[in-house]
């Protein structure tokens, strides 16, 4: 059975910093897509960035870069110059035929 | 900017009473998705539209929990009689497709509480 396993409960990051939320995940096939998503406070969830399991490149959109490692099933999120607005909880998720949600991990940014 | 709109947004209601929720997807968006997410875990796929048809409803619990899209665009999910254990938020996005790697646009949720 596919699972999507996010370790970090909670993380926190200085401003203008670096930080890496991980994921890793399970699956015995071979064409899926990975996502990060963003969900504010009370505010509807949004897509941060996904990954085609077929590319080996890893995706980046701005200050939001992924690290996949398709041999360990390994899909972590870094996030460079950390905002205040980036604050959230973020979750990991995989989609083949199904749609599988990590638990998230809560990330706060300290100014 | 276009948005996925559910209504209510909090909802509290007592046990074996029946609820419903609403949500109109994106306009022209043919793929309409529930979900549930308790807190402190990820979302849940209750149940997948395409247009009219329900394609996914495997993890729907069908002795309490329906969905209907009668028109292929608005979609009301309904729970009777509600349980303790339903309270959760509800989710609602919708997409262009049904492809894997299509990005999904979700409502604000409805919070739903049940005493």
């Known amino acids: 059975a596919q699972t999507v396993t996010q370790s970090q409960p909670e993380m926190s990051v200085q401003e203008a910093e670096t930080v890496t939320l991980s994921c890793t995940y399970d699956t015995s096939e071979s064409d899926y897509y990975l996502f990060w998503y963003k969900q504010p406070p009370s505010r509807q969830m949004i897509l941060v960035i996904r990954?085609?399991?077929?590319?080996?490149q890893n995706a980046t959109e701005n200050r939001f870069s992924v690290n996949f490692q398709k041999a360990a099933k390994s899909f972590s999120l870094k996030i460079s110059d950390s905002q205040l607005g980036d604050a959230a909880m973020y979750f990991c998720?995989?989609?083949?035929?199904?749609?599988?949600f990590g638990t998230g991990t809560s990330l706060t940014v300290i100014p | 900017e276009a948005e996925v709109a559910q209504s209510p947004r909090y909802k509290i209601t007592e046990k074996s009473q029946a609820v419903a929720f609403w949500c109109d997807p994106i306009s022209g968006h043919a793929t309409l998705y529930w979900y549930r997410q308790i807190l402190g875990q990820g979302p849940e796929l209750l149940v997948q539209?395409?247009?009219?048809?329900?394609?996914?409803d495997s993890q729907l619990p069908k002795d309490r929990f329906s969905a209907e899209r009668l028109k292929g665009v608005d979609s009301t999910l309904k729970i009777q009689p509600a349980e303790l254990g339903d309270s959760a938020m509800y989710l609602c996005?919708?997409?262009?497709?049904?492809?894997?790697?299509?990005?999904?646009?979700f409502g604000a949720g409805t919070r739903l509480s049940v005493l």
């Open positions: 996005a919708s997409s262009l497709g049904r492809q894997v790697g299509i990005i999904q646009y």
């Open positions: 990954q085609e399991a077929y590319k080996q």
């Open positions: 998720a995989y989609r083949s035929n199904q749609f599988y």
């Open positions: 539209f395409q247009d009219e048809s329900v394609v996914d």
